[in-house]
């Protein structure tokens, strides 16, 4: 597999707060994601980056902002959390292109109350 | 854009039995197709993909997925399963016209339960 890591794992906090997730990869893909998991949802994709200080938003990015100043590390920031961005966050790295295999950290769990 | 349906939400069956996962798409341009599977408290990893040729498709882990072209569809398949397969199993489809978006988009999943 990518060596994917993310954390933290699991996070609690509060409404209104800012929280940061990060997601660390030792494969040097060019591409990362950073996606969320909801039950009756699926995937959607927040963020994404195609090189470093290179972002792009995705189909769910109100209220998150990314950055990318390392090939390896990529930033989620939930800048004011709210109850809806209760979720698990899930970061991805590919190669780029549309035929090319993403592969998945474990994921990061949010609660927020 | 793309769009992509997975018709059932949830499939329970029994160890040893033959299964189908179904999938649809909806997309104005061709495209790349994907199926991924989550395993409980995992992250997603990939089972196969239809890029082009053949429009039976063989995975990991035993699974299959047929590209039927007409039908908009793209189903996976296994002809016995076991307790281990077990999970989330996604469908998704990318733009494979020249200069289309390279992002995934996903179905909202089927849970298979493999029941003893």
């Known amino acids: 597999d990518a060596g994917i890591t993310q954390s933290p794992r699991h996070k609690v906090t509060e409404t209104g707060t800012p929280v940061t997730l990060r997601c660390h990869q030792t494969?040097?893909?060019?591409?990362m994601y950073w996606y969320r998991q909801d039950p009756g949802h699926g995937l959607r994709l927040i963020h994404y980056s195609y090189g470093v200080k290179d972002t792009d938003k995705g189909e769910v990015s109100d209220g998150y902002s990314v950055s990318r100043s390392k090939t390896e590390d990529f930033l989620l920031t939930l800048e004011s959390a709210t109850s809806s961005q209760t979720s698990v966050y899930f970061c991805a790295t590919g190669v780029g292109g549309a035929r090319e295999t993403q592969y998945f950290g474990p994921g990061t769990r949010l609660l927020v109350l | 854009a793309q769009s992509v349906t997975q018709l059932d939400s949830q499939v329970p069956v029994f160890e040893e039995a033959p299964v189908e996962l179904r999938c649809n798409y909806s997309s104005s341009v061709s495209v790349y197709l994907f199926w991924y599977v989550q395993y409980p408290n995992q992250g997603l990893q990939l089972l196969l993909k239809?890029?082009?040729?053949?429009?039976l498709v063989k995975g990991i882990n035993g699974f299959e997925a047929e590209f039927n072209k007409s039908q908009t569809s793209f189903h996976l398949r296994k002809p016995s399963v076991h307790i281990s397969d077990t999970a989330e199993y996604f469908c998704?489809?990318?733009?494979?016209?020249?200069?289309?978006?390279?992002?995934?988009?996903f179905g909202k999943g089927t849970k298979l339960t493999v029941n003893p």
């Open positions: 494969e040097n893909h060019r591409y």
């Open positions: 239809y890029l082009s040729g053949s429009t």
């Open positions: 998704a489809v990318s733009d494979s016209t020249q200069g289309g978006s390279e992002k995934l988009v």
